[in-house]
């Protein structure tokens, strides 16, 4: 039977952040260390760290409120393309109908 590990990584705390945990599932054949060193040089690389880093400790309240009111209108926008289209495409079904 093949087991598997568990093993907690080490989250990068953000100050005034609740940290959250991450669990990946390592083979009994490999290393949980070297996997996590793995895992976290390739994130490096993509720069998710940054980014993260960046927007928590940048940011600043009247920036997310900016934010925040820009994905509302946002997503007000996509919700009235989504019913322009849907009415469209029923009155196409009610010409072909007819």
């Not at 991450?22 to 996590?36: C, E, G, R, T």
Request: hydrophobic share 35%; glycine share 4%; proline share 3%.
């Amino acid at each position: 039977m093949f087991h598997h590990l568990l093993r907690r990584a080490a989250p990068a705390v953000a100050p005034n952040m609740q940290a959250r945990s991450l669990w990946y599932q390592v083979p009994k054949w490999q290393d949980a260390d070297v996997f996590i060193k793995q895992a976290t040089r390739t994130m490096e690389k993509d720069g998710i760290f940054k980014q993260i880093d960046q927007r928590f400790a940048h940011e600043k309240k009247w920036q997310r409120r900016i934010r925040k009111k820009s994905e509302s209108e946002i997503r007000q926008v996509n919700k009235r393309m989504g019913m322009i289209i849907d009415f469209c495409l029923k009155k196409q079904k009610q010409g072909r109908s007819s």
